[in-house]
Every structure is written in structure tokens, then in C-alpha cells.
Nanobody, 124 residues
């Protein structure tokens, strides 16, 4: 089963940027659509965005559309989440996840593997 590891989280001021990375151990990484989710204290884990297996299709939550960008490099077995114009309400633990198939999935139960998460904190 694919194993995932996120990195790149940290503390940033409102309006700032971060780039999260998610490295996969599975040689067939390119067979999976990938998703990014986040979970704030006391809240449910929510979909942030997803990217198809080829990288040709992306989807975003309305709350991050126009500010966050997902990309992937299948040769490096890595998916990225660029976070721009960050707001305090973006503060959460961010997780990457591998979907069951080639196409983007938005529900947590549609994903078969998860990273350990990386903390993003946005100060006002």
C-alpha cells in the first residue's frame, strides 16, 4: 500500500505563502488521483483540493479556489499544494491522501492511504 509523507508546513503571517509537499513510496504513484484535506481543532476533516492521476484535472473547495494550487510530478512521486494569500481560517493540519482510482475524489472514505499531516498556522 502506498505510504505518504507531507512536509512544508509552518507558521506564516496572513497574506503569506507556503508550499506543501507529499512524497509517496509507491512505484505506481501515477496510478492514483491525489487529494489534500485539512482538519482544524474541533472540526471535521475537509476536502481542500484534488488532482487526477495525470495532473490534467484539478478540483478545489470554494474556500480555497483562486488561492491554492495543486500540482504533481509523477517522476518524483510527489504532489504539491501551493498556498497563497493565506488567512487565519486556513490554520489546520493538512493531509495528503491517495484516492481509490484515477479520478478526483472529495470524500475521506474514497481515499485509501493518508499521510501523517503537517501543521499550517496563519497568524493575523
Amino acid at each position: 500500500q502506498v505510504q505518504l509523507r507531507e512536509s512544508g508546513g509552518g507558521l506564516v503571517q496572513a497574506g503569506g505563502s507556503l508550499r506543501l509537499s507529499c512524497a509517496a513510496s509507491e512505484p505506481i504513484f501515477s496510478s492514483y488521483a491525489m487529494g489534500w484535506f485539512r482538519q482544524a481543532p474541533g472540526k471535521e476533516r475537509e476536502f481542500v483540493g484534488g488532482i487526477s492521476w495525470s495532473g490534467g484535472d484539478t478540483k478545489y473547495a470554494d474556500s480555497v479556489k483562486g488561492r491554492f494550487t495543486i500540482s504533481r510530478d509523477n517522476a518524483k512521486k510527489t504532489v504539491y499544494l501551493q498556498l497563497n494569500s493565506l488567512k487565519p481560517e486556513d490554520t489546520a493540519v493538512y493531509y495528503c491522501a491517495a484516492a481509490r482510482g484515477f479520478t478526483i475524489a472529495t470524500r475521506t472514505d474514497e481515499h485509501i492511504a493518508w499521510g501523517q499531516g503537517t501543521q499550517v498556522t496563519v497568524s493575523s
